[in-house]
């Protein structure tokens, strides 16, 4: 009597199985998404990195600083240098993203990234970034002088050695992201054959690392539960090491600026004020305001923190401002 329940119960079940399945047929199997060309090519742009051709300004940083920045010719081959240092920089981008595509999936903001997600395959970012790179050296070679194509070439081996392995190695990691700051600050000056003063290598070179080493100290704050699988290299690193780093290269940048300014005498003829001396007092409040960021450990990418916090602005144009004045008086 079970057996015969148990028989009716299948069979009706299959029945009803069979009725739905008639119904509501199954899904047709997924294609796999199919990449558009206009997807794609917004895909490179972002992994190019548009925001952070920002800080390939610093190119116009020597002439600036030298007060030899007043010719059509000057700006056409500042901007032509602009233009080659953003391919490479956009070139080192792609090889990253695309050696990194497999880590990144697993950071919760790296993810989203072209490569990663999926958007833009990994052979396509390894080309383009070939293209660009070399690229890039060419022009440089065939438009500008030898030593802006060496820095430039110098530039993009040391970035690709950083992506190979210099990123995984203590203290380098630092050095070289710090030099790459370097080179754009140097470059211009190299272009249009400034010599480049002690003071402004100093300044730039302290600069920068008060910055990266900031940012380094940042992400280990913010991502102290989950270092190992962000940024390996954080888990050889302290919060009290990367404190010590940004702090000292702080105290060098001003001491560096300071010197300068206060290498000539007080008010210069024909100026009411000694805007040279004066512009420590900007620079300096930069500093501490933008220390204030990196001790909270919110200040990622320095162009983000420059350009989000109003006074900090404020203080960059009364510094440009008074700088610009004192390079009037010279």
């Known amino acids: 009597m079970a057996e015969r329940t148990t028989g009716v119960g299948t069979g ?3 029945g009803v199985t069979t009725a739905v399945a008639v119904l509501d047929p199954p899904a047709p199997a997924r294609r796999a998404p199919t990449r558009r060309p206009t997807a794609l090519a917004r895909g490179l742009v972002r992994t190019a990195r548009p925001r952070q051709w920002v800080k390939n300004v610093l190119v116009v940083a020597a002439p600036v600083a030298a007060g030899q ?3 059509w010719h000057s700006a056409a081959r500042l901007g032509l240098v602009f233009v080659l240092f953003t391919a490479a920089a956009s070139a080192v981008y792609l ?11 697993a950071h919760p903001v790296k993810r989203h990234r072209p490569v990663a997600a999926g958007i833009v395959p990994v052979p396509l970012a390894y080309a383009t970034g070939a293209a660009l790179g070399l690229g890039a050296a060419l022009a440089s070679a065939l438009l500008c002088n030898a030593m802006t194509a060496l820095l430039l070439t110098a530039y993009l081996a040391m970035q690709l050695a950083y992506c190979v392995r210099l990123k995984h190695v203590l ?3 630092l050095t070289v992201v710090t030099t790459g700051f370097l080179m754009r600050a140097m ?12 003071w402004f290598l100093i300044t730039t070179g302290f600069g920068a690392l008060f910055m990266v080493a900031a940012k380094r100290y940042s992400e280990a704050v913010r991502m102290e539960d989950a270092r190992g699988a962000t940024r390996a290299l954080l888990t050889q690193y302290t919060t009290g090491y990367l404190r010590f780093v940004w702090q000292l290269a702080a105290g060098v940048a001003v001491l560096g600026y300071c010197l300068w300014a206060l290498e000539s005498g007080g008010v210069s003829a024909g100026s009411l004020l000694p805007w040279r001396q004066l512009s420590v007092v900007a620079f300096v409040l930069a500093v501490l305001r933008y220390a204030v960021f990196a001790d909270r450990g919110t200040a990622g990418e320095p162009e983000d923190v420059v350009l989000r916090d ?3 602005a404020v203080i960059g144009l009364v510094w440009a401002a008074m700088y610009g004045m004192a390079l009037a008086d010279l």
């Open 12 to 14: 009706v079940t299959t």
């Open 69 to 71: 920045l007043g010719s």
């Open 95 to 105: 090889v990253n993203d695309a050696r990194d595509a497999e880590a990144d999936r």
């Open 171 to 173: 203290v380098v990691d």
């Open 187 to 198: 470059i211009g000056g190299i272009a249009l054959g400034i010599p480049l003063s002690r």
């Open 310 to 312: 109003r006074p900090l």
